[in-house]
């Protein structure tokens, strides 16, 4: 596997705009011209090697056999990985909003924490975050009728507001807790939530959502039954009743109170 | 400027392919040019500016479409230049973007298809906007309480008055009719079910309004005609509704050189069936109607597959949209005046509906006989964004073409129209009718469409030969010819070259001033008070389109003295 090195050469007041970071971009280039290539910071296009450090083995390569590890603070970096379609890319730090953006297949590793937006739209792929993820993951970008089509997304800490925003395939897993309303406007896809979740699958069509903590559930939800799922009892929902939807919900245990 | 040695089509001037140089001089044609810019044309096909007479490219439900939209926005955007903004879009692209597509195809005039008087404001800020190319707009009056209340009251000197005011109001071109009487019904949640279903509260028909608005356009001399949207549109077996409105106003006569009544993107009114499960073309049924009456006109109203953004001032056919589709559904209420809708679209080729409607509209182009009655649209952005019309002409072209796209479609698309028996490939001439010389002509544009002395300098020049090339087995050569002009000229200044958009002057906007007889303006000014005292949300004051509005105005004088 040939690994590329970038290490941020100062701290980003302004973010910076990096969707040229992905295996498949820099697999057919040698390290010289990965160093060369252009990306936005703020409103001034700049040179790579500007804002980073770029070492590692030399290239060309196959984008397949292509591992990018960023070492650093990337949480001003947006779009890492984006559109890639195979590869790997690894992060010792936090990384920016929309990392993995609409990405096909690959792998992405984030040790810390993502920012909002993380596999938004993604087609398929895994991203591992170990720390917690902001608002929107795997969502669509504004006025989208699908976000995550296929692919996996596992966080082991929290997550924000509107996870999985117009989900209609894939699978998110959180082991911790999510912000509110969790699966909105559903249209397929699974939702795996360890923690709490507050007002999930508002508006979903189809598809599932499981909560292992406790649920506010909305009202436009029906109860159908108490089911055993890998030794847990939750209870399972239909909804959202007001999209005539289909959705499942299963909820550990349910918050009382109205809304 | 001198263009030498293209091959020219100007089916006005009876040009059909000569080897000719053209001279233009003050942004006009003229007989022969001075100065030393010389354009070579030689080997190339030269024909009129393309003039596109319905598009909904600006005003409130255009905007309404861009606030629904970001992600249509994030589609097509290209990064400013030195020269030029930048572009975002695909079905409802930014100002910027509609100038520079045009010009990019050639394209040098085009009309927004229909304006609310109470929005006309809105619409010529963004017509004042788009860059290049000249502009108009068609005023709504087919729902307006005063149009509703002149028809009841059979008072059509204060109808005439009304329209000349609402053109004035509004600085529009043209009588635009939108489902009459449906669009007020829907203010009580209803709409009208045919042309002699009455309007709730008015006690008039489609009929009679359709017919009022027509006499009242003749009366005026209006240089176009009522253009008409159709009641029950988009609904399977409309195509009755359609016909039975034509043979209602077949004794109304054209007071001018032109067509008595436009009805446009027929493709949406041209369906047989009793519901989407037996639904089908009847395009040969209103083809043959066509053939047989040549004071009426058309244009296609072509579905392009992918996404498309429907709007329109039919508010009830919207609702139906929102809930066939499951989509994005914006509802509008205009007052006085209008309803409107928009609802975001994707068309599919397995689908059978889309399948049928993309045959539909190529049947009708084909089976009507005379190229003058038709024009080619898309109805941008409802049936698909304009920037596809090198699609729509490379199917009217090649045979071909349109069997290699059929067999791609849902099966029904052959089983329930006659598109695969059409054998009719359109000529040169007859694309430069259906995309320049017959909507100048429709519209009533004589400086428009044609490259004869006195005519505007818009020229478009495309890298192909059409001499060698054979349009029926190289459609993808013309397609790509189409879609990037080797020049576009615009009064005389090269503004595309190479495909690229290299000038960026400010086109002119069309509007019509309309003379009516004092008593009956009076009239109509005492009836307007009233509605702005007791319904209307603005003072008259705020309401009419002040010169302000219209930077570059172009005037053309009609009326009845
Ligand atoms: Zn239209």
Redesign the pocket.
């Known amino acids: 596997m040939r690994n590329i090195v970038i290490r941020p050469r100062r701290h980003f007041r302004v973010p910076v705009e990096a969707e040229r970071i992905t295996p498949d971009l820099f697999a057919p280039l040698s390290i010289e011209e990965i160093r060369s290539l252009e990306v936005w910071e703020g409103n001034r296009r700049v040179a790579l090697s500007e804002l980073f450090d770029i070492s590692g083995d030399e290239g060309p390569g196959r984008a397949e056999e292509t591992q990018i590890s960023l070492s650093g603070d990337f949480s001003r970096v947006k779009r890492v990985g984006e559109k890639m379609t195979c590869g790997r890319i690894s992060v010792a730090g936090d990384v920016g909003m929309h990392a993995g953006n609409g990405m096909a297949a690959g792998e992405i590793l984030v040790d810390g924490n993502a920012g909002d937006w993380l596999g938004r739209e993604m087609r398929g792929g895994s991203i591992k975050v170990l720390g917690d993820a902001g608002d929107y993951v795997g969502a669509g970008y504004r006025g989208e009728s699908c976000g995550m089509r296929g692919g996996e997304i596992l966080i082991d800490g929290n997550a924000g507001d509107y996870l999985g925003e117009h989900l209609c395939g894939g699978a998110i897993t959180v082991l911790g807790d999510v912000g509110d309303f969790p699966g909105i406007a559903n249209r397929g896809g699974a939702i795996v939530i360890g923690g709490d979740a507050h007002l999930p699958g508002a508006e979903m069509a189809s598809g599932t959502i499981t909560v292992g903590g406790r649920a506010r559930v909305l009202p436009s939800y029906q109860y159908v039954e108490t089911v055993e799922i890998e030794g847990l009892r939750f209870k399972k929902f239909l909804g959202d009743l007001v999209e005539e939807g289909k959705g499942e919900l299963y909820a550990a245990s349910v918050e009382e109170g109205r809304g | 400027m001198i263009i030498e040695g293209g091959i020219v089509y100007d089916p006005i001037n009876g040009v059909l392919g000569e080897e000719m140089d053209l001279s233009i001089e003050d942004g006009r044609v003229v007989e022969k040019a001075g100065g030393s810019e010389v354009i070579d044309a030689r080997g190339m096909l030269v024909m009129p500016g393309g003039v596109d007479a ?3 490219i600006a005003g409130g439900k255009v905007n309404t479409g861009r606030i629904m939209r970001p992600e249509d926005g994030r589609r097509g955007t290209e990064p400013r230049t030195k020269l030029l903004r930048p572009s975002t879009g695909y079905t409802v692209p930014n100002c910027y973007a509609i100038g520079y597509r045009y010009a990019r195809l050639g394209y040098t005039t085009a009309f927004e ?2 304006t609310p008087i109470l929005e006309a404001r809105h619409t010529h800020e963004e017509l004042e906007e788009i860059p290049i190319i000249d502009k108009g707009a068609l005023t709504l009056f087919g729902n307006n309480w005063e149009v509703l209340e002149c028809v009841r009251d059979g008072d059509l000197g204060k109808l005439a008055a009304f329209v000349a005011w609402g053109l004035l109001a509004s600085r529009g071109y043209g009588v635009k009719v939108v489902n009459p009487g449906g669009g007020e019904a829907w203010g009580f949640g209803g709409n009208v079910k045919g042309i002699d279903d009455p309007v709730p509260s008015f006690d008039v028909t489609p009929r009679e309004i359709i017919r009022y608005l027509m006499r009242a356009n003749e009366a005026l001399r209006l240089p176009h005609s009522v253009h008409l ?1 159709t009641n029950n549109l988009g609904k399977p077996g409309n195509y009755e509704t359609t016909l039975e409105t034509l043979r209602a106003v077949e004794d109304i006569a054209a007071s001018r050189n032109r067509q008595v009544l436009h009805v ?2 027929m493709q949406f009114s041209a369906y047989g069936g009793t519901g989407w499960r037996d639904f089908e073309s009847k395009a040969p049924e209103i083809a043959g109607y066509f053939n047989r009456h040549d004071q009426f006109t058309m244009d296609m ?1 072509q579905l392009i597959f992918g996404s498309a953004t429907t709007m ?1 001032a039919d508010a009830p056919l919207e609702y139906g949209n929102a809930r066939l589709l499951k989509a994005k559904w914006s509802n509008h209420d205009i007052e006085l005046e209008e309803s409107s809708g928009v609802v975001p679209i994707v068309y599919g080729r397995k689908n059978p509906i889309n399948a049928i409607q993309w045959a539909i509209g190529l049947e009708l182009a084909l089976l009507t006989e005379d190229s003058w009655q038709m024009i080619m649209t898309t ?1 941008h952005p ?1 049936g698909g964004p304009f920037v596809n019309y090198p699609e729509v002409v490379a199917l009217l072209m090649s045979r071909r073409k349109r069997e290699e796209e059929l067999a791609t479609l849902h099966d029904l698309a052959s089983k329930r129209t006659s598109l695969p028996s059409i054998e009719r490939e359109m000529d040169w001439n007859e694309v430069a009718i259906v995309t320049r010389a017959g909507p100048a002509r429709i519209l009533g544009l004589p400086e428009k469409g044609h490259l004869g002395v006195g005519a505007d300098g818009d020229v478009s020049i495309y890298e192909i030969n059409p001499e060698k090339v054979d349009p029926s087995r190289d459609h993808e050569v013309v397609k790509a010819a189409l879609a990037r002009a080797k020049y576009t000229i615009k009064a005389g200044e090269v503004v595309v070259r190479d495909g690229e958009v290299v000038a960026v002057p400010q086109g002119s906007t069309y509007w019509v001033d309309a003379s009516v007889p004092e008593a009956d303006a009076a009239r109509v000014r005492a009836d307007l008070v009233e509605k702005f005292a007791k319904y209307y949300s603005i003072q008259m004051s705020n309401y009419m389109v002040q010169d302000a509005y219209v930077t570059r105005p172009r005037v053309v004088r009609a009326g009845v003295i």
Do not use: Q
């Open positions: 319905h598009a909904h298809a229909a949207h446009t993107h109203g329109t109805d409802n």
